[in-house]
């Protein structure tokens, strides 16, 4: 039960429903839907364990688990619509050990945000519109609008006024708090002429938040104006190339990547990311011949950190935004014409020596405890059996 979904619309519901949902059940679904859109859940049926909603309930939350605010917490009596204040929501299933009911089922779908004021965090900078429109109804002109520090120069369409902020210029400040790490910078809107004050300010205030390796992004209109509300949440951009030698200078750009057994297979992995003080952590690998199917049949090459191929190495790597490590093709490879490669990657924080990056290799029974930790996922492949011995045909 649970998992991340990016579906613009679907069902939820619990196990086995609308049979009797298990004991001892913890079902956790992050409903992901586009930029600049919000999540709306509605429940359908209720039926589960009542009174305080103490053993079994159902827990929504405005975002991620860890982070955001609760909605609400149920377990029977009317059936709620809830909507999320930006494109994530959470929820949550949770069942004891004793009394079973049917469940619950949910509808969700994703339903557009108001565009006077849009932003996007993207890995190098900060992408941020205003709406002409809405500047036009508030008395303001587009050449009013500058950011904290006025060098930088939005960009002016007849539409909208956007602003392309780096995360290490423009003014824009950078803090570190517990658990994550918040860039913002802050837009004015201000009246040409300061000496009679006929309208209000707008200050536009614009932050970015980097939890472990998620993306939230807020953005809100304050300073006694009507209050405009903008989070988003993305995921970081991490890519995961095969090279032709433990040099890494010449990636492989074959498709499928035809290799011997035993052969050495070279991989890198970037964080493309602005900032330099984020570390970028291998916590697991695995193959399958099934590009959609990653539990049926599958070969370990990593595990919550822990090398499980004896060929299985991890290299120095040359900056905390790049990981490196290499294995040998398997006899795997020869049982199925495809062998594709998932791994799960972590982001911390530089030097941060609590996070998981510098965890290393950890048991199931450890990782059990931050199982709401979220993690990037990259995809590659195929591999394929040369055939004949020919010769290789990948590098360059």
């Excluded at 495809?338 to 924080?349: I, K, M, N, T, W």
Aim: include cysteine.
């Amino acid at each position: 039960c649970g998992g991340s979904i990016s579906n613009s619309s679907g069902v939820l519901q619990s196990p086995f429903y609308p049979g009797s949902y298990p004991n001892n059940a913890d079902c956790l679904w992050e409903i992901q839907v586009e930029n600049n859109f919000r999540v709306m859940l509605t429940f359908r049926d209720i039926a589960m364990q009542s009174g305080r909603c103490q053993y079994d309930y159902i827990e929504v939350y405005d975002g991620p688990p860890h982070s955001s605010p609760l909605l609400g917490r149920l377990c029977s009596g009317s059936f709620p619509t809830y909507t999320s204040s930006s494109n994530m929501m959470t929820v949550r299933f949770h069942s004891d050990s004793r009394y079973t009911f049917r469940g619950f089922q949910a509808h969700y779908s994703s339903i557009p945000a108001d565009d006077n004021t849009t932003l996007l965090c993207l890995p190098d900078y900060m992408h941020a519109v205003v709406s002409r429109d809405y500047l036009q109804s508030q008395g303001y002109s587009a050449q009013m609008v500058t950011l904290n520090d006025r060098r930088c120069k939005p960009v002016i369409t007849s539409r909208e006024v956007i602003f392309y902020i780096p995360y290490n210029g423009c003014g824009t400040m950078r803090e570190e708090n517990n658990d994550t790490i918040d860039y913002s910078n802050m837009i004015k809107v201000t009246p040409s002429e300061p000496i009679i004050m006929r309208k209000k300010n707008i200050h536009i205030h614009i932050s970015c938040k980097m939890l472990e390796n998620t993306w939230m992004q807020i953005m809100y209109a304050a300073e006694d104006t009507v209050d405009v509300n903008e989070n988003q949440f993305g995921r970081y951009d991490v890519n995961i190339t095969f090279y032709d030698s433990p040099s890494f200078l010449r990636p492989v750009r074959d498709s499928p990547y035809y290799v011997d057994l035993n052969q050495n297979l070279y991989l890198q992995a970037y964080l493309h990311s602005s900032d330099p003080n984020l570390i970028l952590f291998v916590d697991t690998c695995v193959a399958s011949p099934d590009p959609h199917d990653f539990t049926t049949l599958i070969y370990e090459l990593k595990k919550n950190g822990c090398a499980r191929d004896s060929s299985y190495f991890t290299y120095e790597s040359p900056h905390s935004h790049f990981s490196r490590f290499t294995f040998n093709a398997f006899q795997f490879i020869s049982r199925h014409p495809s062998v594709y490669l998932r791994c799960e990657l972590v982001v911390c924080r530089l030097r941060d020596y609590s996070s998981r990056c510098y965890q290393g290799c950890m048991s199931r029974a450890k990782r059990d405890a931050s199982s709401d930790e979220e993690r990037v996922e990259v995809l590659l492949g195929p591999l394929q059996l040369r055939e004949g011995g020919a010769q290789s045909r990948n590098t360059g």
